[in-house]
């Protein structure tokens, strides 16, 4: 029965993976892009950090809660934000690439960036 569990467990984990990453890496500002490498926050009141596993800005994180769709801009992909406590419903959230980098647009008409990829 442990080698049933321990296989399931190793088949869900690659499988989730697999299916999460649709980014070429993480884009952001320097905060968000220092906060990836190191994963140390600097407290700075503008923080914006796109990668696999949702946006984050110093109020808020946006956990990606499906598997991308790609369009022939960028990604469209189910998004639940946690703002200051507050859990908001699952929406779609778009993901628009140019040279500069992603634009995260949200179901409100939020935008941020462009997110340069980090480096």
């Known amino acids: 029965m442990r080698k049933h569990l321990t296989l399931l467990a190793v088949i869900l984990c690659a499988s989730n993976a697999q299916s999460a990453e649709f980014l070429d890496g993480a884009y952001g500002n320097k905060e968000g892009c220092t906060y990836a490498s190191t994963g140390e926050s600097s407290g700075a ?3 914006f950090l796109l990668n696999d596993e949702g946006v984050t800005t110093a109020a ?7 598997t991308a769709s790609k369009t022939s801009t960028g990604f469209t992909i189910k998004a639940q934000c946690d703002a200051e406590g ?4 699952v929406h779609t959230m778009t993901l628009t690439k140019s040279a500069m980098g992603y634009t995260i647009t949200a179901r409100d008409g939020t935008k941020w960036g462009p997110l340069p990829k980090c480096r």
Not at 60 to 66: D, N, R
Request: hydrophobic letters at 35%; glycine letters at 8%; charged letters at 30%.
């Open 60 to 66: 808020s994180f946006c956990e990606f809660k499906s």
């Open 86 to 89: 507050e859990i908001g419903p």
């Open 45 to 47: 009141d503008v923080f």
